[in-house]
């Protein structure tokens, strides 16, 4: 296990600097190869927006989170998914690259929650900070998206899973941290993927 500073890709991403942020990937890439790692994963969704920059530099091939997901989705008979995240991660292609290769459809927040919802996570979960109203907040959006027929929500940020789950959400819920975390651990002991 291996990360630069959080506030290191955070300065990457408010600069829109995608290279940079893949530069701090592939820093821990090679140290984690040095140190006898055999395939890598990141469980930060916002930065696989630089994916495509690591993947052909990287030393070791890695598990994409959102690649993850959206196999999970079509083990499970999802045909269209909300999605939350950090406002970077909601406006990005990440998710809606890989579900759409599944053939399953997605729908972002409006542009207001997408930013309430980054608020929540950065200036909140970020820093153990758990609110009633940002609880609700969060319940009112996945609300909004089965009105839209989104029929689950993935849950597309570490954090989002210390306040919602399939308990307290009007959707079934995909949480990308533990799906990618089973993922590598099947990688790990050589049991294949459910077919997807």
């Known amino acids: 296990m291996h990360t630069p500073s959080f506030a290191e890709y955070v300065h990457d991403l408010e600069c829109g600097d995608l290279e940079g942020v893949g530069d701090l990937m592939l820093r821990s890439a090679e140290k984690l190869a040095n140190a006898g790692a055999d395939f890598l994963i990141c469980p ?7 994916f495509s920059y690591v993947e052909p530099r990287s030393p ?4 994409h989170i959102a690649e993850v997901v959206a196999a999970e989705a079509t083990v499970r008979k999802f045909r269209r998914v ?4 950090t406002a970077w991660l ?6 809606p690259e890989k579900l759409t290769a599944h053939g399953i459809q997605y ?3 409006t542009d207001a929650e997408r930013d309430e919802i980054g608020r ?5 979960l970020v820093h153990g ?6 609880i609700s907040y969060f319940q009112d959006v996945i609300q909004s998206f089965r009105q839209q027929s989104c029929d689950a929500v993935v849950l597309g940020c570490t954090e989002i899973p210390l306040i919602i789950n399939d308990g307290n959400s009007a959707l079934p819920t995909l949480d990308s941290t533990r799906l990618l975390a089973r993922a590598a651990l099947r990688r790990a002991v050589g049991h294949p993927a459910p077919k997807t």
């Open 44 to 50: 930060d969704n916002t930065i696989h927006q630089a």
């Open 60 to 63: 070791l091939p890695w598990i």
């Open 82 to 85: 909300g999605l939350t995240g």
């Open 90 to 95: 909601v406006r990005s292609e990440v998710y």
């Open 107 to 109: 729908v972002r927040p």
């Open 120 to 124: 929540i996570i950065m200036d909140e």
């Open 129 to 134: 900070v758990f609110k009633p109203a940002s």
